[in-house]
């Protein structure tokens, strides 16, 4: 079995009930293993119980013996869930099995914050780069060579994340309308969403974060939901919501209005603070208020040391002994010590990492569709 070969399935997807009497009615929600255990897959296990031939196995076994088809439901959700938070890789590279248990116990954590109503996912250019947009550090290294900035520059700037001294050059050199059409030109592409945005309005219909400036994730959400949508950026993020809409709100600007979005230094400080970090500033209070009131979970986001970062660094540092319930899927550092390191560094942020192997960003849609699972299977 391969787990992350499962099929998708969609939680509220109208299924005409077989028994909706006693217990019965519980065999809708497993839908994963019972497709799992009618496949070719599942021969053996049908086999064991007499049952291969039957043209629905998995229901003749759920009404005939329930006990039976518990204990198998068990050991495959259980199955599922070692091959998707990574355990037998973590354990090969760390020696134990510390770090997979902490990533059972944190990704158990979240899907109670999920389940008590208080997530909000924080979307970041990973995401976007799963369906051909460039992350930030590959779109500025397009618009450096465009500007004409050196090649040692270039890669100097860039690797010591100085993004926003990068951009001050690039309109120093006088080439700030050609920046903002390539932005234009860049993140305007309308791109269809893949499952990753599908499983996304499953588990959060109501409201996102995102730093991204392209339009995906309002058309996922009008697509897959057909959910009516409400944008919140820079220029009315004090506006009430519509709670009757689906909110998307967008921190650094919307791509349809290139010169409104936050890319400058000058921007930024105006956002942030100059000079200093000001949480009084909408964007900062606004970060204040989900990250001490919420739990995000942080999807495609590098988590280096940006503005964001340090907004939610300042709000931990005034609050030492808080644990925050914030969650990201991360790629897991090649070395023990690289892991230690960085997970301390998340903590000091007030978030808890679960741990993917480094370069297969297919964990994240399958961590997803993990958590959707999972609250299928308690009748979330």
């Known amino acids: 079995m391969n787990a992350l070969d499962v099929k998708y399935v969609t939680p509220k997807e109208d299924r005409k009930l077989w028994c909706e009497k006693d217990d019965h009615i519980l065999y809708e929600r497993y839908v994963e293993f019972n497709e799992w255990f009618d496949s070719d897959e599942g021969i053996d296990k049908r086999a064991e119980y007499g049952i291969e031939n039957l043209s629905q196995p998995s229901k003749a076994l759920f009404a005939g013996d329930f006990g039976a088809y518990n204990v198998e439901l068990t050991s495959f959700r259980n199955s599922v869930k070692q091959e998707i938070l990574s355990k037998e890789f ?174 400058s230094k000058k921007q930024y400080e105006d956002a942030y603070g100059n000079g200093s970090l000001d949480l009084s500033k909408d964007i900062p209070s606004l970060l204040k208020y989900y990250f001490e009131t919420k739990s995000l979970l942080f999807l495609g986001c590098s988590l280096n040391r940006d503005r964001t970062m340090e907004v939610f660094k300042e709000i931990k540092d005034a609050n030492p002994n808080e644990v925050f319930s914030h969650f990201t899927f991360e790629a897991m550092p090649e070395t023990k010590k690289e892991l230690e390191a960085r997970n301390n560094y998340l903590a000091g942020i007030g978030i808890a990492a679960i741990w993917y192997p480094k370069g297969r960003y297919e964990y994240i849609e399958q961590m997803l569709r993990l958590a959707l699972n999972e609250l299928r299977y308690r009748g979330y």
């Not at 791109?191 to 499983?199: C, K, S």
Request: glycine letters at 8%; aromatic letters at 10%; one cysteine or more.
């Open 90 to 263: 973590i354990e090969e590279l760390t020696g134990d099995d510390h770090w997979y248990m902490n990533n059972v116990k944190r990704f158990g954590q979240l899907i109670g914050v999920i389940m008590e109503g208080k997530t909000v996912p924080f979307v970041g250019a990973g995401i976007s780069s799963q369906i051909g947009f460039p992350t930030w550090k590959q779109h500025l290294i397009e618009q450096g060579k465009t500007s004409g900035i050196k090649a040692t520059q270039l890669t100097k700037l860039l690797d010591g994340g100085q993004y926003e001294k990068l951009i001050e050059e690039i309109e120093v050199k006088g080439f700030r309308d050609a920046f903002l059409r390539q932005i234009k030109d860049t993140f305007s592409e309308e791109v269809e969403p893949n499952d990753t945005y599908r499983l996304i309005t499953d588990l959060f219909p109501n409201k996102v974060l995102t730093t991204n400036y392209d339009q995906t994730l309002e058309q996922a959400y009008k697509i897959f939901k057909s959910s009516k949508i409400q944008i919140i950026e820079s220029s009315n993020i004090l506006e009430n919501l519509d709670y009757t809409r689906t909110t998307v709100i967008k921190l650094h600007g919307d791509i349809n209005y290139p010169p409104k979005c936050i890319i």
